[in-house]
C-alpha cells in the first residue's frame, strides 16, 4: 500500500476551462505559491477559454506531488486535494466517473476513509457552493457502483 492518505477534498476551478498547466500558472504567477495546490486536476475538455478537446472531457492530471501537503484549503492541507474543472455544479458525466476513479483508487492503495471525503464547502464557510454537488452522496454512490448521471450539470441554487 502507498502512503496513508488521511482525507481527500473536492473542489472546483470555478471557471470553464483549465488544466493542470493552467492552474499551477494560477497558483504560482498570481497567488505566489511554490507549486500547484492539487493533487489532480479533471479536466472538462474546454482546456482553453476557445479550445474544446473531447477526449480530454475526464482526463485525470497530475498536480502536487502526493508527498507534499496540498495548499487548497486552509486549515486542511494534510488532506489531499482533487479539482473538477468546472464552475459550481456544471461537470460532466466523464469527470464525474473519473472522480469515481479516483475515490476507488485511493481507498484501495492509500487506504483513504470514505467519511474522510469532503466537499471545499465542507471545510471552509467562503466557498459555500464548492464543488457545488452533494459528495456524501457522491462517495456512496461511486462506492455502490450506482449511476451518477443525477450529478451531472447540476447548477447551484
Known sequence: MGKKIKGLVFHCSDSSFGSATL???WHVNERGWS???????ICN???ENDTYMSFMDGAIEW???IDKEAAAQRGFNDLEAVCWI???G???ISQLEAGRRVILYL????GLIPDKIYAHADLSKEKPHCPGIDIKRY????????PLDEFVGLVWN
Not at 481507498?107 to 492509500?110: A, C, G, P, R, T
Not at 462517495?139 to 450506482?146: A, G, S, T, Y
Open 139 to 146: 462517495v456512496q454512490k461511486c462506492i455502490n457502483l450506482e
Open 23 to 25: 492552474i499551477k500558472g
Open 63 to 65: 498536480g502536487r506531488d
Open 45 to 47: 475538455g474546454q482546456v
Open 90 to 92: 456544471t461537470f460532466t
Open 86 to 88: 468546472g464552475k459550481s
Open 107 to 110: 481507498i484501495e492503495h492509500h
Open 35 to 41: 507549486d500547484i495546490g492539487y493533487t489532480m486536476v
